[in-house]
Nanobody, 123 residues
Framework: QVQLVESGGGLVQAGGSLRLSCAAS????????MGWFRQAPGKERDFVAAIFWSGGSTYYADSVKGRFTISRDNAKNTVDLQMNSLKPEDTAVYYCAAGRSRFPAVAGSYDYWGQGTQVTVSS
């Protein structure tokens, strides 16, 4: 069992930056694929970024490539999402997720989810 708690969301102007953090409790954190997803009002939950166990393999949605960076610290059981050059269309609730699937961009591949943190980007 894994519990996930996100933090770091807030209100920022377009072009600004935010850093989201996800703290995980439970066993075998280092064996999980960790992902970030986001959901805007009235829309589906979309993949943002994922990182594999060792941290050597990362994946990003095309919409965030070059702007967002995912990282993990297996010693601290945390995974972060650094978001730069934010745009109004990045506004959403951001969710941290943990799973063991080889398909990191698929929400159904994840077993555990956090409660979400709101990110609002004003124009």
């Amino acid at each position: 069992q894994v519990q996930l708690v996100e933090s770091g969301g807030g209100l920022v102007q377009a072009g600004g930056s935010l850093r989201l953090s996800c703290a995980a409790s439970g066993r075998a954190f280092s064996t999980y694929v960790m992902g970030w997803f986001r959901q805007a009002p009235g829309k589906e939950r979309d993949f943002v970024a994922a990182i594999f166990w060792s941290g050597g393999s990362t994946y990003y949605a095309d919409s965030v490539k070059g702007r967002f960076t995912i990282s993990r610290d297996n010693a601290k059981n945390t995974v972060d999402l650094q978001m730069n050059s934010l745009k109004p269309e990045d506004t959403a609730v951001y969710y941290c997720a943990a799973g063991r699937s080889r398909f990191p961009a698929v929400a159904g591949s994840y077993d555990y989810w956090g409660q979400g943190t709101q990110v609002t980007v004003s124009s």
